[in-house]
C-alpha cells in the first residue's frame, strides 16, 4: 500500500534522456526503516530511469534491524544467496555504527562480515556497498552521557563516517555515502529539512539526497539534471540536492570506492602532432576498449598510441573492465590540431593557467609572459596583443573555447580559455 500510494506522490516529467550509455543493476537492500520510509528503493530507481539507466531490487527492511539480526532471518539469508545482484546494499541500526570503536568491533564488524560473505556465496561478483548513514539531527540523546562523541549531529556522524569506512575496508567492499552528503547539505544549505519530526528518520528530502548519493555511487554519473524528483520538493531544492551528491560522490570517489572491485577508468595523454600517446591510469581493472572517436576500431591494447589523420575534436572513451565485467567508462576531448600548424608550441608541454573574469583572461606564471595570441577551435587568430598586469581583456569574443600562446622571451607557451 506504501509503494503505490508513494508512486503517485512522483512528479513524473516525460523527459528521459536515452543514451548508448544506459546501464541497468539488480540491487538488493538489506537493512531497516531508513530504507523503506519514503520508499528509497523506488525513489532510486525513478532517478534513474530519468538518467534512461535501470535498476531492478529487491529489498529486506525491518524496523530497527541489526546487522546481527539480519544474519539469522531466514528472508535475508535466502536473498543474499539469490544470484544475479550487481550490488548488495548493506546499512545497520542507525545508532550502532557511532558507538566506541570497542563496541562496535565486537557488535557490528562481525556480522558485517557474515552478510558480505553470504552475499559472495551467491554471487563472487557481487559488490557489497555499505550504506554510510546520518548522524541524529541534535545527536543521539539516549547514549549522549554513556557516550559524549554522540551528543552532537557533527560527533555522531563523524562515529558513523569512520565506522562504515572500516566495514568497507575490511570487506573489500565500497560505500555510499549519503551520511557526508547530508553533513555537506546541512552545513551549506541549511534551509532545506533532511528531517522528519522524530529528527533520526529522512524528510522526502532526505530520502531524495539519498537517493542521488546511490544513483551517482552506482552509477558513476552525476544525478544533476534529473527532472524527477518527489512532489514536495521545490526545483531549487531539487537541484541543490542533485549538486551535493553528485560533489560528494564523485569529487572523492576513490576514497568511498578504493576497497571494493569496481574499475575505476582514468588515463593521460601527451602527443606530438596528431599522434597521441594514451597512459593508461585504470585501477581495479584487467581488459580495455578505446574508441578515438574517429571511426577507427576500436582497441584494446593497455595504453596504445594513435595518430588522427584529419584534425578536429574527437571524443575519446575508455573502457575499463574487470574479470567479473563490471566496468566504468571515462571520456575526454581530444582538440587535434585545431590551431595553425605554424603555432608548433602547441605541441610541447610547455604552459601556463589561466582564468576568465568579468571580460578578462588573467594569466598565472611563475614567469613574466609578454606578447600573447588567442586562436578559436578553427585555428583563426582571433586577438593578440600585449599584456598588461598579465591581463588580457577578452570580452569582445563570442563564447566558446579557445587556444592561447605566450612568449616569455624565450619560447611560447600554451594554454586554454573557456570564455562564458
Keep these: 500500500m506504501q509503494k503505490i500510494l508513494f508512486a503517485t506522490l512522483f512528479s513524473f516529467m516525460l523527459l528521459f534522456t536515452i543514451t548508448s550509455q544506459a546501464e541497468k543493476r539488480r540491487v538488493l537492500f538489506i537493512g531497516n526503516s531508513y530504507i523503506y520510509v519514503n520508499d528509497l528503493p523506488l525513489t532510486l530507481q525513478t532517478l534513474a530511469l530519468s538518467f534512461g539507466d535501470s535498476i531492478e531490487y529487491e529489498s529486506n527492511a525491518i524496523g530497527g534491524a541489526t546487522l546481527q539480526m539480519h544474519t539469522t532471518n531466514a ?21 550502532e555504527p557511532s558507538f566506541s570503536p570497542s563496541q562496535v568491533s565486537a557488535n557490528t564488524y562481525p556480522y558485517a562480515q557474515i552478510l558480505d560473505s553470504l552475499a559472495h556465496a551467491g554471487n563472487p561478483c557481487v559488490e557489497t556497498m555499505f550504506f554510510m548513514t546520518w548522524g541524529r539531527k541534535n545527536g543521539d540523546a539516549s547514549n549522549c552521557a554513556a557516550y559524549p562523541p554522540v551528543c552532537t549531529f557533527e560527533g555522531m556522524q ?114 606530438t602532432g596528431n599522434t597521441y600517446n594514451f597512459t593508461n591510469a585504470s585501477l581495479r581493472s584487467t581488459n580495455y576498449a578505446w574508441d578515438f572517436g574517429d571511426g577507427s576500431p576500436i582497441n584494446n591494447a593497455t595504453s596504445p598510441t594513435h595518430t588522427y589523420a584529419a584534425s578536429g575534436t574527437y571524443t575519446v572513451k575508455l573502457k575499463a573492465m574487470n574479470t567479473c565485467g563490471k566496468y566504468d567508462i571515462f571520456l575526454d576531448t581530444m582538440y587535434v590540431n585545431t590551431f595553425p600548424n605554424a603555432v608548433s608550441s602547441f605541441e610541447t608541454n610547455d604552459s601556463f593557467t589561466s582564468n576568465y573574469n568579468n571580460g578578462y583572461v588573467h594569466i598565472f606564471s611563475s614567469i613574466q609572459l609578454q606578447n600573447i595570441q588567442v586562436y578559436n577551435v578553427q585555428g583563426a587568430l582571433v586577438k593578440q596583443g600585449k599584456l598588461q598586469d598579465q591581463k588580457l581583456y577578452v570580452g569582445d569574443l563570442a563564447k566558446g573555447m579557445y587556444f592561447m600562446q605566450a612568449h616569455d622571451g624565450k619560447r611560447w607557451l600554451h594554454s586554454s580559455l573557456v570564455v562564458n
Excluded at 560528494?248 to 572491485?261: I, K, N, R
Design 158 to 271: 563523524q562515529r558513523l563516517r569512520e565506522s562504515y569506512l572500516e566495514m568497507t575496508m575490511m570487506n573489500n567492499a565500497t560505500c555510499a555515502p549519503v551520511g557526508a552528503a547530508w553533513k555537506y547539505l546541512i552545513n551549506n544549505f541549511s534551509g532545506i529539512n533532511l528531517y522528519q519530526a522524530d529528527e533520526s528518520h529522512p524528510s522526502i528530502h532526505g530520502t531524495y539526497l539519498t537517493a542521488c548519493v546511490f544513483y551517482s555511487s552506482i552509477f558513476h554519473k552525476e544525478s544533476n539534471g534529473s527532472p524527477a524528483w518527489p512532489i514536495g520538493i521545490l526545483t531549487w531544492e531539487g537541484l541543490t540536492l542533485q549538486n551535493a551528491a553528485s560533489r560528494v560522490v564523485l569529487d572523492s570517489l576513490e576514497t568511498w570506492q578504493q576497497y571494493g572491485s569496481i574499475p575505476s577508468a582514468k588515463y593521460t595523454e601527451t602527443h
Design 75 to 95: 528472508t535475508t539469508i535466502a536473498k543474499l544467496l539469490a544470484p544475479g545482484w550487481d550490488y548488495v546494499i548493506i546499512q545497520a541500526q542507525s545508532q
